[in-house]
């Protein structure tokens, strides 16, 4: 029983931050790939002319989010390689070796 | 060259084997949607697959020595192989790994031929738990966890294997929902092109966690039979030699595809398309990465499943093939306890014959198992020409408005 419960406690929260960078990145990518097709036609950016200034910051600022999200995670997957535990106090990681 | 020094090698090339099969078994977690999306063609995503899992084997220095614990009891804390096990130059252990491995690569090499993804690392577990309790009986085996700490069968395996593809799934359902709902005014073809580098971009993560994730449990194993046999004495590195070969095996292996299940988990759950599979594959290294930090032992294959099918419950308009998913689902319920005996048999068959003979005799019967499934696979080719080909069989359900001619038939999906 303790088990199970233990699971349990560990699948909210990997629900909770799953759905969060899981299901809120792609939408944020969503978010900067209609950007770009403001002002465009038929749904799309017309070809061969810039979207709009607001639709580039929007669109930049999300892919930029996302590129740095997935960076870091490039980031834990080596730390954890190399042997080094993070660990989150709040959102500042702290390093410490495995053993 | 001793009867044991043979033994050893010929557990160390099964151990190299179940890794090459672990590669192409694996393979289409990562790169089954973009496949499916053609935001890669299938030889530059198993290309890519395979270069970054052979990046992730070479980044994984810690030392998975203690792979084996989870699930039985050969092994002391601290890595080193019990003492009982290892008196008679090693034969005893030799004999488990062996027998585990051959039942493992048996069930993997089965559910390839019948196009079914399967969890590697359950197969392996699998293996190991019939080929223990076979040697060392029921109490060989960690069958549950003590208090709150996930571990044995259950807290590594069962429990895991129930939770994570219905995590996986939830979430990319939400992602799936909410990206189509942002992007329903697009035309079609600009979300498929828009959403393609963010695919292929998620795709290479997860690629790259599981070469640091699944090599590191060969290498284990290999270092394992290393120090039963007396080869290596260190618990906290691993020879060269075995991390080269390990990462060349795993990443061969994805290399060559497993074009069969690529094709199931890409063309055969649901018509995946770019938007969706970006969801999809966020969705698994989320719950992935999150789950590692939790550790909390999953199988990717199984979140990678539940993130595809949760994709296509996000999309309206889309089909779940559930005879396909149903499949899948039972291959996964069985195969711990189908890898568990054929684990078992092997470890009798070794153990009658007894000595030299036995191990190799158990290692040609792999070899012949595989060698047939392989032949029987040849009636029905999959290869990177037909990955793609319209999924039609005896479990296909979509006889929905999409028809055949998805991408056409699927433009008002999304609003």
Not at chain 2, 263 to 286: C, H, K, N, W
Not at chain 2, 372 to 378: A, D, E, M, N, T
């Amino acid at each position: 029983m303790d088990q199970v419960l233990a699971a349990l406690d560990a699948t909210w929260r990997i629900l909770l931050i799953g759905i969060l960078l899981g299901a809120g990145l792609p939408t944020l990518f969503a978010v900067g790939v209609r950007a770009l097709a403001w002002g465009g036609t038929d749904g799309a950016p017309t070809p061969g002319v810039r979207p709009p200034l607001r639709g580039r910051i929007v669109a930049y600022a999300a892919f930029g989010i996302d590129i740095i999200a997935v960076l870091l995670g490039i980031a834990y997957i080596v730390l954890h390689g190399l042997g080094i535990n993070v660990t989150f106090n709040g959102v500042i990681p702290i390093f410490t070796p495995k053993h | 060259m001793t009867p044991e020094f043979i033994l050893l090698s010929l557990v160390v090339v099964t151990a190299l084997a179940f890794d090459f099969t672990n590669g192409f078994h694996d393979t289409a977690n990562a790169m089954a949607t973009s496949i499916a999306t053609k935001a890669l063609s299938p030889k530059a995503a198993v290309t890519l697959s395979a270069i970054l899992n052979l990046v992730g084997a070479f980044l994984s220095v810690e030392v998975a020595l203690t792979v084996t614990n989870a699930v039985i009891r050969i092994q002391n804390p601290d890595g080193t192989p019990r003492a009982d096990l290892v008196a008679d130059g090693g034969y005893a252990l030799l004999l488990i790994l062996m027998a585990g491995l051959a039942g493992a690569i048996t069930w993997n090499v089965l559910t390839w031929r019948l196009g079914l993804p399967s969890s590697s690392s359950h197969a392996l577990f699998g293996g190991l738990v019939g080929a223990t309790v076979a040697s060392l009986g029921w109490a060989g085996v960690k069958w549950i966890g003590e208090g709150t700490k996930l571990d044995g069968v259950v807290g590594k395996v069962v429990l895991p294997a129930l939770i994570s593809p219905l995590v996986a799934m939830v979430v990319a359902m939400i992602g799936t929902r909410l990206v189509f709902w942002i992007t329903a005014k697009l035309s079609r073809r600009y979300q498929e092109s828009g959403f393609r580098w963010g695919q292929v971009a998620t795709a290479s993560l997860l690629s790259l966690s599981h070469g640091t994730n699944d090599a590191q449990k060969t290498m284990g194993v290999v270092t394992l039979a290393l120090i039963g046999s007396g080869y290596w004495t260190s618990t906290t590195e691993i020879p060269l030699w075995v991390k080269f070969a390990c990462a060349l095996a795993i990443a061969s292996g994805t290399y060559i595809g497993g074009w069969r299940i690529i094709r199931t988990m890409g063309r055969g759950l649901v018509e995946v398309f770019s938007p969706q599979g970006m969801a999809a594959d966020s969705a698994s290294a989320a719950v992935i990465l999150t789950s590692s930090q939790l550790g909390f032992a999953l199988s990717t294959t199984h979140v990678c499943t539940g993130s595809i099918i949760g994709s296509g419950l996000g999309r309206k308009g889309a089909t779940v093939r559930w005879l396909v998913a149903a499949r899948m689902g039972l291959a996964w319920i069985v195969t711990l306890p189908a890898a568990g005996l054929v684990g078992a048999a092997m470890w009798w068959t070794a153990h009658l014959i007894g000595g030299l003979g036995g191990g190799a005799a158990i290692f040609a019967i792999m070899c012949a198992v595989a060698a047939y499934l392989w032949w029987h696979s040849k009636q029905d080719p999959v290869s990177h020409d037909n990955v793609n080909d319209e999924w039609n069989d005896g479990a296909d359900t979509s006889t929905d408005n999409e028809g055949v001619d998805a991408p056409a038939g699927v433009a008002g999906g999304a609003n």
